[in-house]
């Protein structure tokens, strides 16, 4: 069978070349294009994954495996499941998780199609590869903060504890560098009872810090044999290194991730945990910016929202709000001046209601900001380029057109709420979202599956590749149904020139597997 794969460009090349692109027109795409890089067309059984990995498949059925301790230490014991004789779990139905459960990734798929990639679904096993006296465990959080962080640390120490009679648990501060610091901190269900409460990480947390070799030491010499790595995509890869490090030595060591970020752009799953918080408390400023606006002659309020390359919480508490008149976010390149641009559309929605409301995700616009403001090209620790501030920079060009160009003084009004919304605790949804997150981690760890990363995949939690979630960004799709419902909300131009247009809606007629 041929899994070869066939490039785009050639396509895109020709159906440029057919359109003549006029040069302002041109730029937009190619800022269209960075931001939404064009998949390959891939057979339908075909997906590429490390070589680690085992890959069943049966005809048109594809399991994309994680790795389990038994492939490079195939004499480990197993033992019965403590939860055999839990009280809590004796009355479900179906205590233990069947190895042959999976969880499909495509969930809609016509009648005649490969039925396509599935998962090995989350649970508990009946069978398990650690004695719960003889685990050592610690958890570890890196990057960014983000609601919810608390909990999944909660959850890991009394799910570990609860369920399988797990008491030795320790947290490593301040993210990886804290495994070679020797900063450490016993974790125990009354030390976490109430952590659930609060924002930011029990465990403090940092960026970068990464060395593999020192970290699999450390582990080794403290007799760790369960990790629990809570972060980003970065994270996550550096939780994949620190998996082959361990297979490498012949380790007894389980390696699992929790997958973080704000922005909801992990590939693969349905969402992130503390996103749902996030659009919730992205409401709040939404709707001062609205109450402020609206108190005052031609008032004109910018919501700055996260979101470095994913649009999702500008766009989600876009459509909950519905009080925001324009929403930009960086899959969508937008312009100013001109027929179709944003001043055009601002002066008819001001004349119209006389104010409004814009929400701006950070990474919009970069391209504009970065022509007229000095760029250093920095990076942070975690290798992320460092944004230019989209928020001020707006402001001001939306001042000088209604001031010098039409000739109108404006109210306006700009909030960041950045912070705030990072550093607050979760709320019920996230709470017990955050719950099963932590839980299936733990089932999955005690079961002897390694270099492995949980989620939702069409609401059932699953085991998934780690190279998975860290292969691409999950971005807003264009021409997919959610971004049609923001454009109909807010009655927003599209700020895509019929060229560009024709160009989109091209791609998206042809039968792209995204990838």
Request: hydrophobic share 35%.
């Amino acid at each position: 069978m041929d899994l070869s794969t066939i490039s785009l460009s050639s396509s895109l090349s020709s159906s440029l070349n057919q359109l003549s692109l006029r040069p302002k027109t041109a730029s937009l795409f190619g800022i269209f294009l960075r931001n939404n890089p064009p998949p390959l067309f891939s057979r339908p059984n075909h997906r590429p994954i490390a070589a680690a990995l085992q890959q069943s498949q049966n005809d048109d059925f594809v399991l994309e495996d994680v790795p389990h301790l038994t492939n490079f230490l195939p004499n480990l014991p197993s033992y019965p499941n403590p939860l055999h004789s839990s009280q809590a779990y004796s009355i479900v139905k179906n205590t233990f998780v069947s190895q042959e459960d999976v969880v499909a990734q495509n969930i809609v798929i016509r009648k005649d199609n490969p039925r396509g990639v599935h998962f090995r679904r989350a649970g508990p096993r009946e069978k398990v590869y650690f004695k719960p006296e003889e685990v050592r465990a610690c958890i570890v959080t890196c990057g960014g903060l983000c609601p919810g962080i608390n909990t999944v640390i909660r959850e890991i120490v009394c799910g570990l504890n609860n369920m399988y009679g797990v008491e030795d648990i320790l947290g490593i501060e301040e993210g990886y560098r804290g495994f070679y610091s020797k900063n450490t901190v016993r974790l125990t269900p009354k030390v976490v009872n109430d952590i659930h409460k609060r924002g930011g990480t029990l465990l403090r947390t940092s960026r970068g810090g990464h060395d593999t070799q020192k970290i699999v030491d450390n582990i080794a010499d403290r007799g760790i044999n369960q990790v629990y790595i809570i972060g980003g995509d970065g994270t996550q890869r550096g939780a994949a290194r620190i998996y082959e490090e361990v297979e490498k030595r012949g380790l007894h060591v389980a390696v699992a991730g929790i997958p973080k970020t704000i922005d909801n752009d992990i590939a693969v799953i349905d969402k992130s945990f503390g996103f749902d918080t996030a659009v919730e408390e992205a409401q709040r400023a939404i709707n001062a910016a609205h109450v402020e606006v609206e108190s005052v002659e031609n008032g004109v309020g910018i919501v700055k929202l996260m979101g470095r390359y994913s649009g999702f919480i500008a766009m989600f508490a876009t459509l909950a709000s519905r009080d925001v008149d324009c929403c930009l976010i960086p899959e969508s390149p937008f312009y100013l001046e001109g027929r179709g641009g944003l001043y055009e559309f601002l002066d008819q929605r001001l004349k119209e209601n006389g104010h409004l409301v814009i929400v701006i995700a950070e990474g919009a616009g970069q391209e504009y900001v970065a022509a007229e403001v000095p760029a250093v090209n920095q990076k942070d620790a975690s290798g992320n380029k460092l944004l230019l501030d989209v928020g001020p920079w707006l402001s001001d060009k939306i001042k000088d057109h209604f001031t010098k160009a039409q000739k109108m003084p404006i109210n306006m009004k700009y909030i960041d709420p950045t912070y705030m919304i990072r550093a607050i605790p979760s709320n019920a949804a996230d709470n017990i979202y955050c719950t099963l997150l932590a839980h299936s981690v733990v089932h999955g760890a005690m079961a002897g599956y390694t270099g492995f990363t949980v989620g939702p995949v069409n609401s059932r939690h699953a085991y998934i590749p780690i190279s998975r979630v860290t292969e691409k960004q999950k971005t807003v799709e264009l021409t997919g149904r959610m971004w049609a419902r923001l454009l109909a909300s807010t009655n927003q131009p599209s700020f895509i020139s019929s060229d560009l247009e024709g160009v989109v809606q091209g791609i998206d007629s042809l039968n792209i597997t995204s990838i």
